[in-house]
């Protein structure tokens, strides 16, 4: 029976890999996976690591050391890794896609509660308060959504949006060819979107594409929809024009320094975070804990690809998910 160490484990991260297992003994541990965890990973050729798991050069340096030969990232995402390091010294794959409507549907839910107030008018309602000030909102028939990135996810969020009446706009450097999206520049869709919404992986050229210049060119008001990565945003910035109201409100699923926070529950703790402490804090935010993946089918698939990766690499197979820049 072959083992794999498993890292940053969550209760449904178990349900799901214990229910599709063929056969593999996991090593289940709640720390995530760094350099100074990684010697868990001792006498063990696979290790399963999430988004906020720390693969640098260091950690693959430790975990090379210690005889693994594979990192299975159970997600799309693998900004998390160094993977130009990790290339000839050990092999890097991952889950290319899970669930795009569990991600787009999320986005919606995020950019409906935070526009029509749900989140407070339900803490309202439970204190017997009826009152409607303060709650009202906007139609989104008829206002125009920019989407940054139009792979499925992003795609599947335009089709949403276009279930409500919306206008739909996308910039992409990679436009799909023979296609209806109606494709503008960058500053076209800042200064056109009433509603922006981010749909694209994180690379050098998208780190920080909402900064303090991109924000001065959009529409006064502007909604920010984020359930990509954290670091599309420069937080800093957006709390600026949160607080001037250029920014009428902002959707995030994801925050750029989540890392040391998301997925754990420090509801006793004093956050020593300024700037998501004020986030959290502000009334035109609505911020959940990097959810937006997190349906049944989706970590189904998750399971079913990472074992497959896994099956793949014991069984010496080429491997199919594997990342390569």
Request: proline letters at 2%.
């Amino acid at each position: 029976m072959e083992q794999v160490a498993f890292f940053d484990t969550k209760p449904y991260d178990k349900e799901w890999f214990n229910k599709l297992n063929p056969g593999f003994k996991f090593k289940y541990h709640e720390h995530k996976l760094t350099a100074d965890s990684a010697g868990l990973a001792a006498g063990y050729k696979a290790v399963v690591a999430f988004v906020n798991d720390t693969l640098d050069k260091e950690t693959i340096d430790r975990l090379c050391e210690i005889g693994v030969k594979l990192i299975a990232m159970r997600c799309a995402g693998y900004n998390n890794v160094d993977v130009k390091y990790a290339q000839g010294k050990i092999d890097v794959v991952r889950v290319p896609t899970y669930s795009p409507y569990a991600v787009a549907e999320h986005a919606m839910a995020l950019l409906l509660t935070l526009n029509r107030k749900i989140h407070k008018a339900s803490n309202r309602t439970r204190d017997f308060n009826f009152s409607l000030n303060g709650l009202t909102g906007f139609d989104l028939h008829g206002k125009t959504a920019g989407i940054i990135g139009t792979g499925q996810i992003g795609c599947i969020f335009m089709d949403i949006c276009k279930g409500f009446g919306m206008k739909t706009i996308a910039y992409d450097p990679y436009p799909k060819e023979n296609s209806d999206i109606n494709y503008v520049s960058l500053d076209e869709l800042f200064a056109q979107s009433d509603i922006i919404s981010l749909h694209c992986p994180l690379t050098s050229s998208t780190r920080y594409i909402i900064n303090e210049d991109s924000i001065k060119k959009m529409k006064d008001g502007v909604y920010i929809i984020n359930t990509s990565r954290g670091q599309l945003i420069d937080s800093d910035a957006l709390v600026r024009y949160l607080k001037e109201h250029k920014v009428g409100g902002a959707g995030l699923d994801v925050y750029e320094e989540e890392t040391a926070f998301f997925f754990e529950d420090y509801s006793s703790t004093v956050i020593n975070d300024d700037v998501l402490s004020i986030l959290v804090s502000m009334p035109n935010v609505l911020m959940t804990s990097h959810q937006a993946f997190l349906t049944n089918e989706a970590l189904q698939k998750i399971a079913e690809v990472t074992i497959f990766n896994l099956n793949q690499f014991y069984n010496g197979e080429e491997l199919t998910n594997r990342v390569v820049i």
